[in-house]
């Protein structure tokens, strides 16, 4: 069974700070996702990783891929206010491209 | 319309009622997912469709849930004697299968409460 596990599960940064969210999942899998839900609403998708090694950048926020340790990562550059949200990442679940989701990063930015 | 849409935002209801759930997709997007959303948790799958086929149920809880999708676009998730722990937001999601990127698009959710 394909687990996702992400960590921290709660991360209270400062403005301008840098941190990296960790995103572990227990099976082989072609594509991994990222998204970010603020409170009451949906997800919306950050980022498509498909390959070993892939890197993808937008902004504040990068994400990477590295397929072997079965491993993602979401770096935040120079945090700002703004970035507060919960965060997930999501690992295609096989054929029918089902998701399986970690339990999510809860981000807090202080000012 | 623009993106994935979802009646009703808001369902209260009572213990053992029926509830239909609706979901719109993206216009043209042949595959759509339900999941859901419980709190402090990410979603969980429930049943995907390609086109009018629902090609993967696996994770639905049990036989009170059901979903269709007639006519491969809109879909109803219905669930019969409702529980309390059915409680939760549900999530509708449909993507291109177009590209290999193949992204879910969500919807704004339906949040149940069964009193």
């Known amino acids: 069974e394909l687990k996702v596990e992400q960590n921290p599960l709660f991360l209270s940064m400062q403005e301008g700070k840098n941190y990296t969210i960790y995103c572990n999942y227990s099976t082989t899998s072609d594509r991994l996702y990222w998204y970010r839900q603020d409170p009451g609403k949906s997800l919306e998708s950050l980022f498509v990783l498909l390959s070993n090694g892939a890197v993808k950048q937008e902004g504040r926020l990068m994400a990477s891929l590295d397929t072997k340790a079965r491993l993602s990562t979401l770096h935040i550059t120079a945090a700002v206010h703004d970035l507060s949200a919960t965060y997930f990442c999501a690992v295609d679940g096989g054929a029918t491209n089902k998701l399986i989701f970690g339990t999510g990063t809860l981000l807090a930015v202080q000012p | 319309g623009a993106g994935v849409s979802q009646t009703p935002s808001n369902k209260v209801t009572e213990k053992g009622k029926y509830v239909e759930l609706r979901c719109d997709p993206i216009?043209?997007?042949?595959?759509l997912y339900w999941y859901r959303q419980s709190l402090g948790q990410g979603p969980e799958f429930l049943i995907y469709?390609?086109?009018?086929?629902?090609?993967?149920d696996s994770g639905l809880p049990n036989d009170r849930f059901f979903a269709v999708r007639p006519e491969g676009s809109v879909s109803t998730l219905k669930i019969q004697r409702t529980e309390r722990g059915d409680s939760a937001v549900y999530l509708c999601a449909s993507s291109s299968w177009t590209s290999i990127a193949d992204t879910q698009y969500f919807g704004p959710g339906t949040r149940l409460t069964v009193l």
């Open positions: 216009s043209g997007h042949t595959a």
């Open positions: 469709f390609q086109g009018t086929g629902a090609a993967d």
